[in-house]
């Protein structure tokens, strides 16, 4: 069974940081991709950004891109999510996100688990 935690949430003046961590159990981690979501009241679930299972390449929503960092150590089977100079805007509950199949492209993954859920607040 699969399961993901996600911490690391919080209250954060804008231009301010924080950063998430996912932890990730059930299966033998570093053979698959990661991803980071987010949802915003009243709105759509929307792609923050994803990192192949080796590391190798990462992929960013445009809203993120230059802000955020996705970053992965697979021996503590841990996903980060470093977010700078945050905005108002990105306040949202953020979601981690794991594949049900190993050693796949970013550009076709799917994402078939999820965790529960760490709130960011960004006050203007």
């Known amino acids: 069974q699969v399961q993901l935690v996600e911490s690391g949430g919080g209250l954060v003046q804008a231009g301010g940081s924080l950063r998430l961590s996912c932890a990730a159990s059930g299966r033998t981690f570093s053979e698959y991709n990661m991803g980071w979501f987010r949802q915003a009241p009243g709105k759509e679930r929307e792609f923050v950004a994803t990192?192949?299972?080796?590391?190798?390449?990462?992929y960013y929503a445009d809203s993120v891109k230059g802000r955020f960092t996705i970053s992965r150590d697979n021996a503590r089977n841990t996903v980060y999510l470093q977010m700078n100079s945050l905005k108002p805007e990105d306040t949202a509950v953020y979601y981690c996100?794991?594949?049900?199949?190993?050693?796949?492209?970013?550009?076709?993954?799917?994402?078939?688990?999820w965790g529960q859920g760490t709130q960011v607040t960004v006050s203007s």
């Open positions: 996100a794991a594949p049900g199949r190993p050693f796949r492209s970013l550009a076709s993954e799917k994402y078939d688990f």
């Open positions: 990192i192949s299972w080796n590391r190798r390449n990462t």
